[in-house]
């Protein structure tokens, strides 16, 4: 998420809320911990300042102050030196046990941890809208395609476990690579079992990093009519490679399959056909363009019809969108309109796995066969190495790049070839609700160690310090997950929550993390740390978070004024 930059009204209410409800569960921790061990809370505050509203119930008083960046817990004896009253001395911070300190310092962090596990249940139970786990263009020769699947399989279930979604089921086969596998599907009204072992192939992890995958070489089902000229019969009847067909003798057709069924009604005869052509951009060539002009067509269905090869036409998926004229396929020969048939003798009906495949040779040669103007030619290709930017953790990095699609590498798949033009086949997912649990604690573990590596790998340099972000970057996170909805505002707040718990847990005095340390050190010596210790301590960890402000507020002015550009 990222781009666009906007101080609306409903971007500000967004933020506020957001920002409201982490600070909330994590003073919340805090203080029912406090209340648990009969700790006196003197005030529950969300924000910083003056207080917008305030009331008190009981011996606590409750505020909404003017700063929400922010709130705190303000407890009887909470600060060294504060004065407290003989009579309630039993009930003040620094007179409890020390193991009970150090559970409302955790209580808060904890909180956040947790927090995440309501927010994915409750995704899960309202019913996301996920791409449905049907089974689109199978890759000749992979995997799926040598046991059997076919396109429009709905899979059910991976080794018992239970499919909702498409990536559900990628998920399951990535951590699966040579192992065999168990898939329970769904073909017409007939349950099929069929076992098969994931390919194991070098992916990357979220940090850029290799990390061995299992892959079978399905993609999902993206509906579209995109079609690219594969003979001299498409020329002639005025077909370019990227059309998109939108009615066939004023039939609408959202699928190649329909448009056949629809040309098949007419075989002999001419017919008008009606596309959406790619228009060329002031900012770019024809192939990169995004904008479409309806055009119409008269074409001549020739007798005995059978399918779109009969027109001269065949499946945008293997046709080449756009080259970097100085890229390695560019200087190998290759064109754009090029419709790829194989890889290095194997068979190539998956474009994405194509592109895979080829930048995984990175120096070695790849023979690269294609069908350009009716005519089979072969190429060789050799991948360059390149330095490119890890978005992931901010620092440049080698990798091989073969020239395929537009920008910088590694360029957008979208540029790289022509996709069918459609929108993927989505549906709502059902889960119970020990399933929804289940996938929740499931998926607030993955965060949490996630983010857990990527703190240390912020520590040890891995992955630059540009890539912290304060209150300016969370509001523009808020407000484009609110634009995206309610199921991905609360992905986004889970996320950000398990942020707030972790960072809370370093050993910064100023942090609950150092409040933590220090009950640690008392409880191992028996006796408090000394005041003078404390205060030096905390006197270097406010410096720290100084620094860390100025940090923060400097990536994010940078930010801002990037958006802005």
Known sequence: MGGSFSFGPSSVAAFVLFIGILIFVHELGHFLAAKYFGIKVLKFSLGFGPPLVRFERGETTYQIALLPLGGFVKMLGDVPGDEVAQEDRHRAFNTVPVYQRAVVAFAGPLFNLVFPVACFFAYYVLGPTVKAPVIGPVEAGGPAHVAGLQEGD????????????????????????????????????????????????MGSDEFGGDLQQGRIGVGPVQLGTRVGVDGPLGLSNGFTTGDRLLTVAGVRVQRLSEAEEAFRGHHGREVEVVVARPQALSAGGLLAASRERPQTLRVKVPPGFASLADLGLASSETFIRALDPRGAA??????????????????????????????????????IEVVRDGERLEF???????????????????????????????????????????????????????????????????????????????????????????PIMLFQVAAQAAEHGLFTYLQILAIISVNLGIINLLPIPVFDGGHLLFCA??????????????????????????VLVVLVFTNDISRLSDAFR
Request: overall charge positive.
């Open 380 to 470: 060789t290709v050799r991948n360059d190495e390149k330095e490119t930017l890890n978005e992931a953790t901010g620092r440049m990095q080698s990798g091989f790049d073969s020239g395929l699609g537009l920008g910088a590498a590694p360029r957008h798949l979208s540029t790289a070839h022509w996709d069918p033009g459609g929108a993927f086949l989505m549906e709502t997912a059902h889960l119970s609700l020990f399933e929804a649990l289940a996938v929740s604690v499931e998926t607030t573990g993955k965060v949490i160690g996630s983010i857990t590596l990527a703190l240390f790998k912020l520590f040890s340099g891995d992955i630059s310090v540009k890539q912290v972000g304060g």
């Open 330 to 367: 560019a200087r190998a020969g290759l064109r754009p309109g090029d419709r790829v048939v194989s890889l290095s003798g194997s068979p190539v009906t998956l474009f994405v796995a194509f592109a895979m495949d080829l930048r995984r040779l990175e120096k070695s040669p790849a023979r």
């Open 521 to 546: 050190i008392e409880a191992i010596k028996r006796k408090p740390v000394d005041l003078r210790v404390r205060e030096a301590f905390t006197i270097v960890g406010l410096l720290l978070l100084a």
């Open 154 to 201: 709905r899979v059910l279930s991976v080794d018992g476990e239970r499919v909702w979604s498409f990536e559900r089921m990628a998920s399951l086969i990535r951590t699966r690579p040579d192992e065999l596998v168990e898939i329970e599907l769904l073909r017409g009204q007939e349950t099929k079992l069929i076992q098969l072992a994931p390919k194991a192939v």
